[in-house]
């Protein structure tokens, strides 16, 4: 059998030190920390690392997790 995803809109952005959306600092329970250049998001999958630039994106459930720019433009499109 085949499958396709359905369409889902998610909340994303690409993080670049500055501006940040309010689902990022108010994230409850997911832990993030900031160093050394990098943020380290605590996921499902364990910890991610994203270095600036990456795609930052907001799940279904609340989870967020990073995404290089390569798969996001592959993957996603923007919506109305």
């Given amino acids: 059998?085949?499958?396709k995803t359905k369409p889902v809109?998610?909340?994303?952005?690409?993080w670049l030190h500055d501006e940040v959306p309010e689902w990022w600092?108010?994230?409850?329970?997911?832990?993030?920390?900031?160093?050394?250049?990098?943020a380290f998001?605590?996921?499902?999958?364990?910890t991610m690392r994203a270095e600036p630039g990456d795609w930052?994106?907001?799940?279904?459930r609340?989870?967020?997790?990073p995404c290089k720019p390569d798969i996001?433009?592959?993957t996603y499109e923007p919506a109305e």
């Fill in 41 to 46: 998001i605590q996921t499902l999958e364990g």
């Fill in 25 to 38: 600092t108010n994230a409850k329970g997911i832990q993030i920390e900031v160093q050394s250049g990098a």
């Fill in 62 to 65: 609340g989870e967020i997790y």
């Fill in 72 to 74: 996001f433009e592959a």
């Fill in 9 to 14: 809109i998610k909340e994303a952005f690409k």
């Fill in 1 to 3: 059998m085949k499958f």
């Fill in 56 to 60: 930052i994106i907001k799940g279904l």
